[in-house]
């Protein structure tokens, strides 16, 4: 096909199309922003319990904090589409560069204005700047996950996209540790409003926003693309989109379901009674099962040969299992105020300490390990497997209690890892010229994490939370019927305009 007809200004010339050639250089930077935004959007996880008691919220007021930042992606995507469908393609026309620098710049004024919320002691302004934060996350997500899978040959993009989402993981897994301490701990002054603890951490976060457009402004970045520009709803022709979209919609809205309840769940007398800041740590491993997840989902889905990439796939995760359980050591409180040598001393101390947790956790990573092997590199496959693993574990944390509960809701992100990028690939295939407008649509459907939260909220505010499990079993259980059924539903054929 021929390629776009626009580029924008500094991204440089248009290149041919990717098709066997992978593009590295570029792919590294675009991880930066997977690992911004995955690091900041983990953050809802403990804003929910502290806005939860600073407000004294229920629980389906609380799940808002996520209807408002969830619900952005839906509206700025539902907004792209339109522009799409009447002018053309925005993306194509702007380039991704530009696309990647507005996202950023939304993103770091929504953020600022979690300082006049707090001032006001304003919980419905703290939803308006997660909501403006949440538009800006929607157009990173519509330029940068279809770029990252045209980088390179279109039946290894889920092995880019896995990897790219890797780095997303890492941002989740630290995450939940830095901002539980920050929020919960270092900037939380006795005698204050429990709101005033957020200023500075999403103060923070503008400034490192609009750091990062200043770069991507003046870096350049390929300008890859597999068609002209064309407006019309192509993308609502093919089947397996229009189904993919709703896949998106479930695996967002069952993943962001478990980490927003964890923290709650895991206070829970009949399952292990911990405090926030302990509970936080959890959430840091449930992210981290993401990022073990899905750098294995890289190395297994790429094409590299089998003696390697077996190799990889047994140091990958033990590497992974290592700085999950050494970060979720780090003494955090610590590090105010403490000479390096006690804070090494206490960071070793904790490090023994936790061997019995991580000692627990190591046979679900052994079980990911299995589990990719009966994938055998198959996409589809793998996602039908790996959903139809979380509706088991969640199944089991509805009717268990004690451990047994708590590691199968911890444990879920090892097996929810996959469900991104693998749903976005299946869906983006034989989509050519319509890519970006799939894109939107596919990213419209991460509002899916703005509508089950609040649902499972509802459900647990009546009949108890560990009920309230089954929005992201029956989500999940979707997620299943796409990797085994829907993705070729209709493949190769269009539905009527």
Known sequence: ???????????????????????????????????????????????????????????FRAMLVQFAFFGAYGVGSLL???????????????????????????????????????NATSYPMFLAALFIVGLGFAMLQIAANPYVTILGPEKTASSRLNLAQGFNSIGTTIGPLIGGYLIFQYFARTGAHGAESVKAPYLAFCIIFLALAGVFWFIRLPHVGEGKIEPGAGALKYP????????????VGGEVTVGSSIINFLGQKNVAGLSEVEASKYVSIYWGG????????????????????????????????????VAKSAPLDALQGSADASVW????????????????????????????????SHAARTLVIFSLTVVALLLT?????????????????????????????????????????????????????????????????????????LVPLAAYGYVAFYGLIGHRIGRGRQLAS
């Open 1 to 59: 096909m021929a390629s776009m007809t626009n580029s924008a200004a500094g991204e440089g010339s248009p290149l041919p199309s990717a098709a066997g050639r992978t593009y590295y250089g570029p792919f590294a930077i675009m991880t930066t922003l997977f690992f911004m935004w995955g690091f900041m959007t983990v953050f809802n996880d403990i804003l929910i319990p502290r806005f939860k008691e600073a407000f004294e919220l229920n629980y």
């Open 80 to 118: 792209y589409f339109v522009i799409s469908v009447t002018t053309g393609d925005p993306i194509a026309k702007m380039g991704y560069k530009n696309g990647v620098v507005a996202g950023l710049v939304i993103s770091a004024a929504g953020s600022a204005l979690f300082w006049p919320a707090a």
């Open 240 to 251: 397996h989109v229009v189904l993919g979209v709703i896949g998106i919609f479930m695996y």
């Open 290 to 325: 993401l990022m073990i997840g899905r750098f294995m989902a890289a190395v297994m889905l790429s094409e590299m040969r089998a003696v390697r990439k077996q190799l990889l796939l047994a140091i990958i995760p033990l590497l992974a299992w290592l700085f999950l359980w």
């Open 345 to 376: 001393t206490l960071w070793r101390d904790g490090f023994l300490a936790n061997w019995p947790v991580f000692k627990v956790y190591l046979p679900f990573v052994g079980l990911c390990w299995l589990l990719f092997q009966v994938g055998r």
């Open 397 to 469: 944390a509805i009717l268990g209690q004690g451990e047994v509960a708590m590691w199968c809701v911890v444990a879920v992100g090892l097996f929810t890892s996959i469900g991104w990028s693998n749903t976005f690939s299946l869906a983006l295939e034989g989509t050519g010229v319509y890519k970006s407008q799939v894109s939107s649509l596919l990213v419209m459907a991460i509002i899916g994490g703005a509508i089950l939260p609040p649902l499972q909220g509802r459900i647990a505010d009546h009949w108890g939370l560990q009920i309230s499990y």
